[in-house]
């Protein structure tokens, strides 16, 4: 009796579910966006194995440190996915990504960027980088390089991930942090631009509850709920260089914190010294209707909110108290703060 097995049917790579055509067109259609955020300084192009930056400048540095940093945005995708709106997703990557560099006071060098997808939609991959494109072009860095992964069987078709991570530099004598901070010093709280991307678990928890659709109007937002929960992080990388380089405010900003999962105590008190305590006092802003329509509509427990979103103020600064008014000023003129 004859016992082989029959020869199974080919099974290509597309068969598999890996479209290997989707990921090219998908890179040509982002090529654009990304050379767009490239200067001198970057070598090469998009395409290589490696990202190739020149940094023959920090041999001016006395004695330069790199900083790096790295996360994702999490489910607020969920929110982008149901409106198959992409193009903003990436303004946030770049914002808790550099964001987070220059809390040390580090200028970011380079970003790279990894995107896992269920299937590669070339059109929607595209979308996504060119947020993560326009993002850097926001905060002055360079996009380098990076990754689309697709992964028939482990996602959903619909489904995506996106993560990313950065490099800067610093000098060594101007690093930021709870070293610096000294009793007396002010703290100064930044607007935020909305949730920004923490917390939407809850956010997205609240809503189902509560029956919203996305596409509802909300008049205290002026546009739909999707349009708000969309909204893209606030990058303040730039604007903060700029202050810390000011000739008026030299000096002046004592340690910075990015105010991002765990709420503003939970981040202030990370760049606080042993035995230091901030008093930050509620009366001086107002956060957006956003955070008060999120506690109603969910009755959410006032500490679950502190300890979950950013109540709108996404950056902190820790400022010597004889240079708090100009600094003020400055960050004023930035538009991080109201006048």
């Known amino acids: 009796m004859n016992t082989t097995n029959p020869s199974p049917t080919a099974i290509t790579y597309a068969d598999a579910g ?14 654009e966006a990304v050379a767009a955020t490239h200067g001198p300084q970057v070598l090469g192009g998009i395409g ?71 299937k590669v939609v070339p059109e929607r991959i ?32 619909e489904d995506y991930d996106v993560a990313g991570a950065a490099v800067g530099v610093v000098e060594a004598d101007e690093l930021l942090g709870p070293d610096r901070v000294r009793a007396g010093d002010v703290v100064i709280g930044m607007d935020a631009s909305g949730l920004h991307s923490n917390g939407y678990s809850l956010v997205r928890a609240v809503i189902s509850a509560a029956g919203l659709s996305l596409e509802k109007h909300i008049e205290d937002f002026g546009r739909t709920l999707g349009e708000e929960l969309l909204e893209p992080t606030r990058i303040y990388t730039a604007d903060l ?11 002046a900003v004592h340690a910075l914190s990015h105010v991002t999962g765990g709420g503003l105590a939970a981040n202030l ?24 329509r999120v506690a109603r509509w969910g009755s959410v427990p006032q500490l679950d909110l502190e300890g979950t979103l950013n109540m709108g103020i996404g ?20 538009g991080l703060v109201r006048a």
């Open 269 to 292: 008190a990370r760049v606080m010294p042993r035995g230091l305590a901030a008093r930050v006092d509620r009366s001086r802003w107002e956060p957006g209707a956003v955070f008060s």
């Open 48 to 118: 290589a194995f490696a990202g190739l930056v020149d940094v023959s400048a920090l041999k001016d540095y006395r004695r330069p440190l790199l900083a790096s940093s790295t996360d994702g945005v999490g489910t607020k995708i969920a929110i982008a996915r149901e409106l198959d709106i992409h193009d903003t997703i990436g303004r946030d990557l770049v914002g808790m990504v550099v964001d987070d560099i220059i809390v040390v006071g580090a200028e970011p060098l380079a970003m790279t960027d990894y995107i896992a997808a269920g």
């Open 315 to 334: 950056m902190v600064a820790l400022v010597d108290a004889e240079q708090a008014d100009a600094t003020l000023a400055v960050l004023a003129e930035r």
């Open 126 to 157: 595209a979308d996504i980088v060119r947020g993560i494109a326009e993002g850097c072009q926001l905060a002055g860095c360079a996009l380098v390089g990076g990754e689309t992964a697709e992964h028939p069987g482990l996602m959903a078709p």
């Open 18 to 31: 890996v479209d290997t055509a989707a990921g090219d067109r998908a890179v040509e259609l982002m090529k």
């Open 241 to 251: 260089l700029a202050v810390l380089r000011d000739a008026r405010t030299v000096g």
